[in-house]
């Protein structure tokens, strides 16, 4: 069956790193688009970053340039590098596929818990 599985997520200092890892099966990884999305208590579901087969990235204003995307089509992974996180990068982080062409199947970890506190 499809299985996202978040992992990384932890307690972290402002101004920390942390790298979140999501691990894919049960479809083809690479006909897929990967993205990060968050949630914070109160608030909408958000885009963080995607990553297309190929490799092109896009992201939320709020993290450009302190947060890296990446995939391993081989390893069937996706990850997130966030350096220099503040406060507000803390949310519930998830993992999302969404297929690239028709039918746009869809899928979504559990969530990984991201805390940014001194």
């Known amino acids: 069956q499809v299985q996202l599985v978040e992992s990384g997520g932890g307690l972290v200092q402002p101004g920390g790193s942390l790298r979140l890892s999501c691990a894919a099966s049960?479809?083809?990884?690479?006909?897929?688009?990967m993205s990060w999305y968050r949630q914070a208590p109160g608030k909408d579901r958000e885009l963080v970053a995607s990553i297309t087969s190929d490799g092109l990235t896009n992201y939320a204003s709020s993290v450009k340039g302190r947060f890296t995307i990446s995939r391993d089509n081989a390893k069937n992974t996706v990850s997130l590098q966030m350096n220099s996180l503040k406060p507000e990068d803390a949310a519930v982080y998830y993992c999302?596929?969404?297929?690239?062409?028709?039918?746009?199947?869809?899928?979504w970890g559990q969530g990984t818990q991201v805390t940014v506190s001194a």
């Open positions: 049960g479809f083809t990884f690479s006909a897929y688009v």
């Open positions: 999302k596929g969404r297929r690239s062409s028709w039918p746009r199947s869809e899928y």
